[in-house]
């Protein structure tokens, strides 16, 4: 367990409002990564950080920004939701890269846009 | 960019041994890793591979071929409790960038 809390768990929101999605680590891990997984695509990856203030786009960023200001939160902003972007949302972290790269997940974000 | 197939569904009956494959594509390659998600769960972490060759854990081993873009899970024993969905993932890049690919869901049967 690396201490990864994701908030909100649940959350409904109306086309075209702005979403944040806060992901929040105790761990002191440098790496941290946003991804949405959706039935037949498995675990796309949004954007991901690694370190305070460096971030890059994954494959999926059309849409989405993040921020990392400390080393322990990570934030998703929806600038303006789309049906499309209904979800499930999960961030997750590494450790120590090398030793066995193990990413560890949040709990997930079930986000539905109406 | 990065890429990576595996099949989609895989079905095996409990007590035996089933094998999950992957190819992938990628550049700057660091390591394949393997996760395993139950519906409604997070993914957990089961293995992973920066060296050729194979890695066990328990009932799980994991494999790895540079070479050859390619790597596999191979379960062993199955239980009816390993029914869930299986994702390799590459590591690329000097900023650990990871990629999953689409997952394989596997059904143990009685």
């Known amino acids: 367990d690396a201490g990864i809390t994701q908030s909100p768990r649940h959350k409904v929101t109306e086309t075209g409002t702005p979403v944040t999605l806060r992901c929040h680590q105790t761990e002191n891990h440098r790496y941290m990564y946003w991804y949405r997984q959706d039935p037949g695509h498995g675990l796309r990856l949004i954007h991901y950080s690694y370190g305070v203030k460096d971030t890059d786009k994954g494959e999926v960023s059309d849409g989405y920004s993040v921020s990392r200001s400390k080393t322990e939160d990570f934030l998703l902003t929806l600038e303006s939701a789309t049906s499309s972007q209904t979800s499930v949302y999960f961030c997750?972290?590494?450790?120590?890269?090398?030793?066995?790269?193990?990413?560890?997940f949040g709990e997930g974000s079930w986000l539905t846009v109406v | 960019g990065q890429s990576l197939e595996q099949p989609s569904e895989v079905t095996a009956v409990e007590g035996a041994i089933v094998q999950i494959n992957c190819t992938y594509q990628?550049?700057?390659?660091?390591?394949l890793s393997w996760y395993q998600q139950h519906d409604g769960g997070a993914p957990t972490f089961l293995s992973y591979n920066a060296l050729d060759g194979l890695e066990e854990t328990g009932r799980f081993s994991s494999f790895l071929s540079r070479s050859d873009s390619y790597g596999y899970l191979l379960l062993q024993e199955l239980q009816m409790k390993d029914s869930a969905s299986y994702f390799c993932?590459?590591?690329?890049?000097?900023?650990?960038?990871?990629?999953f690919g689409t997952g394989t869901k596997l059904q143990v049967i009685p």
């Open positions: 990628t550049s700057g390659f660091y390591g």
């Open positions: 997750a972290t590494i450790g120590t890269p090398g030793r066995g790269n193990t990413i560890y």
């Open positions: 993932a590459v590591n690329s890049g000097g900023y650990q960038k990871v990629t």
